[in-house]
């Protein structure tokens, strides 16, 4: 007689050798960083209004509003690198979000 026993062991055997329940290679975490590559969505900075701004690394309340009255007294930016006129706004936060920004 087969104890109860061995009939689980020899299951739990059977079932991790099968290649359906054996354990697939982590391809998610691959498609998620991909996904997560082309969900960025980029701030015009010609365009945005304060808010929006603030979504950007290292813009606050104060930046996104001298950001927003650069424009208005100078005109829509012609660069990115325009930015860099606005007081608050350095190398560092452009290079923080050079693929989320757009004229």
């Given at each position: 007689?087969?104890?109860?026993?061995?009939?689980?062991?020899?299951?739990?055997?059977?079932?991790?050798?099968?290649?359906?329940?054996?354990?697939?290679?982590?391809?998610?975490?691959?498609?998620?960083?991909?996904?997560?590559?082309?969900?960025?969505?980029?701030?015009?900075?010609?365009?945005?209004?304060?808010?929006?701004?603030?979504?950007?690394?290292?813009i606050?309340?104060?930046?996104?509003?001298?950001?927003?009255?650069?424009?208005?007294?100078?005109?829509?930016?012609?660069?990115?690198?325009?930015?860099?006129?606005?007081?608050?706004?350095?190398?560092?936060?452009?290079?923080k979000?050079?693929?989320?920004?757009?004229?």
């Amino acid at each position: 007689m087969i104890k109860l026993s061995t009939v689980i062991f020899s299951t739990i055997v059977f079932l991790s050798s099968n290649s359906a329940f054996a354990e697939q290679p982590n391809t998610q975490k691959i498609s998620v960083e991909a996904a997560a590559k082309q969900t960025i969505h980029t701030i015009s900075i010609n365009k945005a209004d304060a808010k929006s701004l603030t979504l950007l690394k290292g813009i606050g309340v104060k930046t996104a509003k001298a950001i927003i009255d650069y424009r208005s007294a100078h005109g829509d930016f012609k660069s990115i690198g325009e930015l860099l006129k606005v007081k608050g706004v350095g190398l560092k936060v452009l290079a923080k979000n050079e693929e989320r920004l757009s004229i």
